[in-house]
């Protein structure tokens, strides 16, 4: 079993900062790329930032500039600072990690969200 947890979403106001993390803990080998994505109610879930395990990143346009996502391969753990924040940025967000499960093979799985919210 492998799990992601996520911590760090909440209220702010605009132009302020958060940092989301997630930690993925379970029957872990390696992991591949880390990424964390956005929905909003109603819409399809979408790519904020990737990293491979190489260090490696790729952004969305909306965020470039203003957010970094980053890793400690160390801690299982990868995190996304968000700075100058929008109330367009307002969604859930989402971890997403490929994992190298002991006797499963690679799979791809998700954490359970966090809301950000920001106020204008």
């Known amino acids: 079993q492998v799990q992601l947890a996520e911590f760090g979403g909440g209220l702010v106001q605009a132009g302020g900062s958060l940092r989301l993390s997630c930690a993925a803990s379970?029957?872990?080998?390696?992991?591949?790329?880390m990424g964390w994505y956005h929905q909003a109610p109603g819409k399809q879930r979408e790519l904020v930032a990737s990293?491979?395990?190489?260090?490696?990143?790729a952004y969305a346009d909306s965020v470039k500039g203003r957010f970094t996502i980053s890793r400690d391969n160390a801690k299982n753990t990868v995190y996304l600072q968000m700075n100058s924040l929008k109330p367009e940025d307002t969604d859930v967000y989402y971890c997403?990690?490929?994992?190298?499960?002991?006797?499963?093979?690679?799979?791809?799985?998700w954490g359970q969200g966090t809301q950000v919210t920001v106020a204008s």
């Open positions: 379970g029957s872990i080998y390696s992991i591949n790329t």
């Open positions: 990293i491979d395990l190489r260090g490696s990143t």
């Open positions: 997403r990690a490929n994992i190298l499960i002991l006797n499963h093979g690679w799979r791809d799985t």
